[in-house]
């Protein structure tokens, strides 16, 4: 079972895990990561938020738009600013490249409006 700290990273890319997953921790969060949504969505439903690249919206479209969907508000989705832009949905969004204080300021908005 997953503390109310813990926030899940999806992305295909390992090194974008991995450096969003250590900026977090430093900040006092645990962190599960996956490579996959299938991977995360059992995690997903219990933790404080869920961080998804954008790219995973382009190898698992449809799970991964039914992800954003179910969690909503504890959702943030990892953008370029290249993509497509994002239909308005309930869930935020973070474009790349990004800093750690940006990352914590859109984890802290939505964790602040949900309380």
Known sequence: MLDG???????????????VAFALEVEGYSTESYDT??????SSGEALCTILDDEILKSET???????????????LLVDGLSAPQPPADYTTLTKPFSGADLLGVINSPTEAAK
């Open 5 to 19: 700290k813990t926030i899940i990273v999806v992305a295909a890319d390992q090194g974008l895990r991995r450096s």
């Open 37 to 42: 949504v299938q991977k995360a969505e059992a």
């Open 62 to 76: 449809v799970a991964a738009t039914q992800l954003l969907k179910n969690l909503g508000r504890r959702a943030i």
